[in-house]
């Protein structure tokens, strides 16, 4: 019964996956016809840079902004891009930094709202997990808010990934301003909320108070990692 | 042949003529087409050596418009115009033997650097 309601469940999340996906192909392709109309105007401009064209400076301008704003959205594309395709599959190897990575896009937004940056310390090796990369970004963005539910605004947090014995450890704490982390009970809260993807994860959260890093800690052990 | 001519093909006619006039300012000479079964049509009529083709249209897709194009005229070299979370499209393409892909939206400048390096692969190739 279990294993037919976890299938319903990956099936579901496909489909989103699939729907979110011809979404940003779209998105991209409005995003393509902006950047070629633009860059037509540009370079009809550069035709003949002597001629006189009124108003050449504000047209440069706005031409520059168009070009950085499309390529802002091209940026939020490829997350979106990213995030449909991490529900195409239920294991797929990742590399740790490009998923911290996405993450910290996805929650970027949120953050701000807050007054709280969110960045990633970039692993020293090259590191990779075997992973259920939809549901993996599930968990680190509740351990985020978790974290940021517990930070002063101003703060910052940093998410890192390191090798660990027989799996990989990912880390999510606060490295700038105070972290009011209460008692074990808040995570056992958070374990209960997010039972389901720990458990298809296989993986443990844990509470980090250690080397200078209050927040907390992901373990994702060897046959997932 | 010395001077290179491409044929654009994608469904989003907009794009592909906005980026076809911008090619033809930069003195290349763009041929478009709007779907798989024109763009095998302007192949048969026109022999470019290089075509830039999306993987993604309705009817006869890019992949089989490509497998077409490499059967009948061996010496054209196709570029895959990919979305960003289609890479794995490109490189199958590439195992089917287009000579590169290139992810949607494109930067105009690496399209013609891919173009220019298709051109001189088509004059390389035997007849």
């Known amino acids: ?225 | 042949m010395t001077q290179l001519k491409v044929l654009l093909v994608d469904d989003e006619d907009e794009f592909v003529t906005t980026l076809a006039e911008r090619l033809q300012i930069r003195g290349i000479e763009t041929i478009v087409a709007f779907d798989g079964e024109r763009a095998l049509q302007i192949v048969e009529t026109e022999d470019p050596p290089v075509v830039v083709l999306d993987v993604m249209m309705p009817g006869l897709g890019g992949l089989d418009a490509l497998k077409h194009i490499k059967r009948d005229h061996p010496r054209t070299q196709v570029i895959l115009l990919t979305g960003h979370g289609s890479t794995s499209d490109g490189i199958r393409g590439m195992r089917m033997g287009a000579f590169d892909y290139i992810m949607k939206p494109v930067q105009i400048e690496e399209l013609i650097g891919k173009m220019n390096e298709a051109f001189e692969a088509s004059k390389q190739e035997t007849p």
């Open chain 1, 1 to 225: 019964m279990k294993q037919a309601d976890e299938m319903s469940k990956d099936r579901e999340i496909a489909f989103l996956g699939r729907m979110t996906a011809g979404i940003s192909h779209e998105l991209m392709n409005v995003l393509a016809i902006i950047r070629e109309r633009s860059g037509l105007i540009e370079d009809l401009m550069a035709l003949d840079k002597k001629a006189e064209l009124p108003y050449r400076d504000k047209l440069d301008v706005t031409l520059k902004s168009i070009r950085e704003q499309v390529g802002r959205g091209i940026a939020v594309g490829e997350i979106l891009n990213g995030l449909a395709h991490s529900m195409d599959e239920s294991r797929a190897r990742l590399v740790v930094d490009d998923l911290l990575g996405r993450i910290v896009f996805l929650m970027h937004r949120f953050a701000r709202l807050e007054r709280i940056e969110i960045k990633v310390v970039a692993t020293e090796q090259p590191l990779t997990v075997n992973t259920d990369p939809f549901r993996i970004l599930l968990v680190l963005a509740a351990c985020i808010e978790y974290c940021m539910d517990r930070t002063e605004a101003g703060g910052e947090i940093a998410l890192q990934g390191m090798p660990a014995q027989e799996g990989t450890i990912l880390r999510c704490f606060v490295c700038r301003g105070a972290c009011h982390v209460e008692s074990a009970e808040t995570i056992l809260d958070l374990r209960d909320r997010l039972r389901d993807p720990i458990e298809r994860l296989r993986a443990r959260i844990n509470l980090l108070n250690a080397d200078n890093q209050v927040g907390l800690e992901l373990f994702l052990p060897q046959s997932t990692a």
